[in-house]
């Protein structure tokens, strides 16, 4: 049986800290069973912990996962907030950026997404840009603006 200790995996240390953790959490009885009767423990069910976990099931092993938390999914975690019906972020808001269309089915065999799109905005005499400003069409006018500002610099300045 292999114990992944997720919290401190770049640690050698760690390893004695994730069976204390894990008999902590579970019992001795419990490590001694899941030492002879599972592929895999894994202590710790954040984001990393919950996929290797389902990988691993997916393809035929036996994954008991363990964590001080009652969910799994660690600061990624939400719920819905009483009877509203809306999905509160328990650690903060999370924006997931994906291009790769292969991890986006697989992530979405799991959740849903609403169709939130960040965009940040910005003021400048009363009119809203977008940000980061776009040069392509307001090229001109930055160039006109530039080159006006410039000269008031002074000669050799500019274009």
């Given amino acids: 049986m292999l114990l992944l200790w997720l919290l401190a ?25 899941a030492i002879m009767q599972y592929d895999y423990l894994v202590v710790g069910a954040g984001l990393f ?8 099931v997916e393809n035929g092993k036996t994954v008991p996962v363990i964590d001080r938390r009652p969910y799994v999914g660690g600061n ?5 907030y009483q009877d509203t019906n809306i999905t509160m972020h328990a650690y903060g808001t999370h924006v997931f950026h994906c291009s ?19 965009r940040a905005l910005t003021t400048y005499k009363g009119r809203v840009y977008s940000m980061p400003i ?6 001109d006018n930055l160039v006109s603006y530039v ?4 000269s008031k610099l002074g000669s050799g300045v500019g274009r």
Avoid: C
């Fill in 76 to 80: 990624a975690y939400s719920y819905e």
């Fill in 9 to 33: 995996p770049s640690s050698t240390e760690a390893l004695p800290k994730a069976i204390e953790s894990a008999i902590q959490m579970t019992g001795r009885g419990f490590l001694r069973r």
């Fill in 100 to 118: 790769d269309l292969r991890i986006w089915r697989y992530v979405n065999r799991f959740t849903s997404f609403n169709q939130y799109r960040h």
């Fill in 49 to 56: 912990g919950s996929v290797f976990a389902q990988q691993a």
């Fill in 147 to 150: 080159d006006r500002e410039t």
């Fill in 134 to 139: 776009n040069l392509g069409p307001r090229q």
